[in-house]
């Protein structure tokens, strides 16, 4: 049997109750045989991006958060839209590392699942290109009304969105 791809999920999500840390809990139950799945979870206590720290001094928990993105086989990025827009914590960690080389070509799954979403999917997939990450079309996924196809337990309610998340795992394990 080939070994477990070690995966980094990054939660876009300020809060702890959230539906995106549920979802990929859920995905981490979901592909237990073949993905161990770490989920980051210091996004709120990242410092504010300072290009002038960036290249030359950047603060301790952007090291341990470059290289854990480094030393994954792969990332799922799950988050919600807020204000039409991916959340300010995910973008400051993502600004950290956009003079860095740490995205380039890793595989990723780029799912947001909000009240909506659409401007935040768009917006993720422009800045994970930018960021040269390699996803495509099957490893991307807009799951809209996500407080309703979600229970308490991260169980999926809604067969639709369960056959999605089913055929991107697919197409993001054809990727690793
Ligand atoms: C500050 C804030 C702004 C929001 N703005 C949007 C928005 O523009 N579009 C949207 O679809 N949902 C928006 N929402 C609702 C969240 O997307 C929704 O609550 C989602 O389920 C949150 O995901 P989470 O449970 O993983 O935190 C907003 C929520 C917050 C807290």
């Known amino acids: 049997m080939s070994k477990r791809k070690n995966l980094l999920?990054?939660?876009?999500s300020a809060t702890s109750a959230s539906a995106n840390l549920k979802l990929v809990e859920e995905i981490a139950r979901?592909?237990?045989?073949?993905?161990?799945?770490?989920?980051?979870?210091?996004?709120?206590?990242?410092?504010?991006?300072?290009?002038?720290?960036?290249v030359n001094n950047p603060p301790e928990e952007i090291i341990a958060f470059r290289n854990a993105v480094h030393q994954a086989d792969g990332l799922i990025v799950s988050t919600p839209e807020y204000i039409f827009s991916i959340p300010?914590?995910?973008?400051?960690a993502i600004e950290w590392c956009i003079a860095t080389t740490?995205?380039?070509?890793?595989p990723t799954a780029l799912i947001t699942a909000s009240a909506n979403g659409q401007k935040?999917?768009?917006e993720l997939q422009l800045i994970m290109k930018t960021a040269m990450?390699?996803?495509s079309e099957e490893t991307s996924l807009l799951i809209q009304g996500i407080k309703?196809?979600?229970?308490e337990e991260g169980k999926l309610k809604d067969e639709d969105v369960i056959i999605k998340v089913k055929k991107?795992?697919?197409?993001?394990?054809?990727?690793?």
Do not use: C
């Open 9 to 12: 999920a990054i939660i876009g």
């Open 30 to 54: 979901m592909t237990a045989n073949d993905f161990e799945i770490t989920i980051y979870t210091h996004l709120k206590t990242l410092p504010h991006f300072d290009p002038e720290l960036s």
């Open 88 to 92: 300010s914590g995910l973008k400051n």
């Open 102 to 106: 740490v995205f380039a070509n890793k």
């Open 120 to 122: 935040a999917h768009e």
């Open 133 to 135: 990450a390699k996803f």
């Open 148 to 151: 309703g196809k979600i229970n």
């Open 168 to 176: 991107l795992i697919e197409a993001f394990s054809v990727m690793l």
